[in-house]
C-alpha cells in the first residue's frame, strides 16, 4: 500500500513539474495549426468515403439521340419520320468490388493522424531541446554575474592596495583588464538570451519560457517503445498495400448494369412508341489484375519489414536517451561532491591575493577552473532534465494528445 501511495505521489507531482512544459507544446501545437490542419483533413476524407459508397448503388448516366428517316413515300403518310430515343443507366456494384477504396481511406485518415503524431513528437524534442539550452545558458549568465560582482569588489580593495604602494598599477590593470573580457562574455551571452527567447516566443507567443525542473524518469522502456509514429505510418501503408492488392483481385467481380429506356418513333408503320428495362453483367477478363495484386502484395511485405527496423531503431532511441541521463547524472554526483573544495580554494586563494602570497595568474587559474565546474554542472544538469523532460513526454503518450 505504501508503495502504491509512494508511486501516486511520484507521479503526481512529476506532472506538475511538466506541466510548463505540456502548456508550452500545446500552445506551440495551436499555433501552427497542426490539429486544424488534421482535422479538415479527416472532415475532407469522411467526405471521400461518403462518395464511394454513394457510387456504388447510384451511379447514373443518361443517353439521348435523335434520328430522323427519309423512306420512299407510303400511300398513307410522308415518307420522312423522327425517332427520338431517351436511356438511364445505372452501375450498381452488388458483389462490393470497390469496397477496398472504402477501407483505403479509412487507413489514409489513420496514416495522417500518425503523421501528426510524429510532428508533434518531432517539435515537442525540438522544443524540450531549446528550452533546456536556453535554461542552461541563462544558469551559466548567473555565475557569471555573480563572478562579475565577487571580482569587481575585490578590484575595489586592490585600488585600495594601489593607493597605498602595496601593488603596482601594472597589477591592478591586468586585473581590470580581466574583468572587462568577463563583462564582455555576459554581455554577449544577455544577447545570445534575448535571441533564443526571441525563437521560443515565435512558437508560443503568449506563453512563459518554461523551466525543466523533472530530473527522474517516470516511464519504462516498454512505455516509450510503444509510441511509435514512424513504424506505425509504415504498419499503415502496408495495410494499405494490401487493401488495394485484394482490389486488383476484386476487378473480375461482375457489375450490374439497370437500364430503362423510351423510345419515340414517328414511323407511321409502327406500333407506337416503345419503352424497356434491361440488367446485364459486365465481366472484365484482364489477368494483368492478378499480376498487380501480386506486385501490392511484396510491396506491403517491404512496408512491413520497414516497420520492424524503426521498432528496432525506437529502442536504441531509448538506451541512447537513457545512457546521457545516466552518465549525466554519474559525473553530476563527482562534480558536485568536488564543487565545494572548489569554492573552499576559491575563498582561499581570494584571501592569499589580497595578501600578495600569489601571484595574479595563480588566482586567475584558481578562478577559471571554479568557473568551469560550476559551468558543466549546469551542463550536465540542463541534460538531465532535458532527457527525463523526452523520455517521460514520450513514454505519458502527452505528446500526441
Known amino acids: 500500500m505504501l508503495k502504491h501511495t509512494l508511486f501516486f505521489f511520484m507521479i503526481f507531482f512529476s506532472g506538475s513539474a511538466f506541466a510548463d512544459m505540456t502548456r508550452f507544446f500545446q500552445a506551440a501545437v495551436k499555433n501552427l495549426k497542426y490539429n486544424k490542419s488534421y482535422t479538415l483533413y479527416k472532415q475532407s476524407n469522411k467526405t471521400s468515403q461518403m462518395a464511394v459508397t454513394y457510387s456504388k448503388y447510384t451511379n447514373f448516366s443518361a443517353d439521348a439521340a435523335y434520328s430522323k428517316t427519309y423512306a420512299k413515300l407510303l400511300p398513307s403518310a410522308p415518307g420522312n419520320f423522327d425517332t427520338t430515343e431517351i436511356s438511364l443507366h445505372d452501375t450498381v456494384d452488388l458483389f462490393g468490388k470497390n469496397n477496398y477504396r472504402i477501407q483505403t481511406l479509412r487507413l489514409d485518415t489513420k496514416v495522417k493522424k500518425s503523421e501528426l503524431d510524429l510532428k508533434k513528437e518531432q517539435l515537442f524534442i525540438m522544443l524540450v531541446d531549446m528550452v ?83 530530473t527522474r524518469i517516470l516511464y519504462t522502456k516498454e512505455a516509450f517503445v510503444h509510441h511509435n509514429p514512424e513504424a506505425k505510418i509504415k504498419e499503415l501503408d502496408a495495410q494499405k498495400l494490401l487493401a488495394e492488392s485484394k482490389g486488383a483481385k476484386s476487378r473480375y467481380l461482375p457489375s450490374v448494369d439497370i437500364a430503362v429506356a423510351y423510345q419515340k418513333l414517328g414511323d407511321p408503320t409502327s406500333y407506337g412508341d416503345n419503352h424497356s428495362f434491361g440488367a446485364a453483367l459486365h465481366i472484365p477478363l484482364n489477368g494483368g489484375d492478378l499480376k498487380e495484386a501480386e506486385a501490392l502484395r511484396v510491396a506491403a511485405l517491404g512496408k512491413e519489414t520497414q516497420s520492424a527496423e524503426y521498432k528496432i531503431q525506437r529502442e536504441r532511441e531509448y538506451i541512447r ?30 584571501k592569499a591575493y589580497l595578501q600578495q602570497y600569489v601571484d595574479f595568474n595563480t588566482y586567475l587559474q584558481v578562478l577559471k577552473q571554479s568557473l568551469d565546474v560550476k559551468s558543466h554542472i549546469k551542463v550536465l544538469q540542463s541534460r538531465l532534465r532535458k532527457e527525463a523532460a523526452i523520455i517521460n513526454g514520450i513514454g505519458s503518450g502527452q505528446v500526441y494528445e
Do not use: W
Open 132 to 214: 533546456a539550452l536556453y535554461n542552461q545558458t541563462k544558469a551559466q549568465l548567473a555565475i557569471r554575474e555573480e563572478l562579475y560582482a565577487k571580482q569587481r569588489a575585490i578590484y575595489k580593495k586592490l585600488e585600495a592596495l594601489k593607493q597605498n604602494g602595496n601593488i603596482t598599477e601594472v597589477e591592478a590593470l591586468r586585473f581590470k583588464n580581466t574583468l572587462t573580457t568577463l563583462q564582455t562574455s555576459i554581455v554577449a551571452m544577455r544577447q545570445e538570451i534575448a535571441g533564443m527567447c526571441s525563437q521560443l516566443q515565435l512558437y508560443a507567443p503568449h506563453e512563459a519560457i518554461p523551466q525543466l525542473r523533472e
Open 321 to 350: 536517451h537513457l545512457q546521457a541521463y545516466e552518465n549525466a547524472k554519474k559525473q553530476l554526483v563527482v562534480l558536485q561532491r568536488s564543487l565545494r573544495d572548489f569554492k573552499k580554494s576559491e575563498r582561499t586563494i581570494q
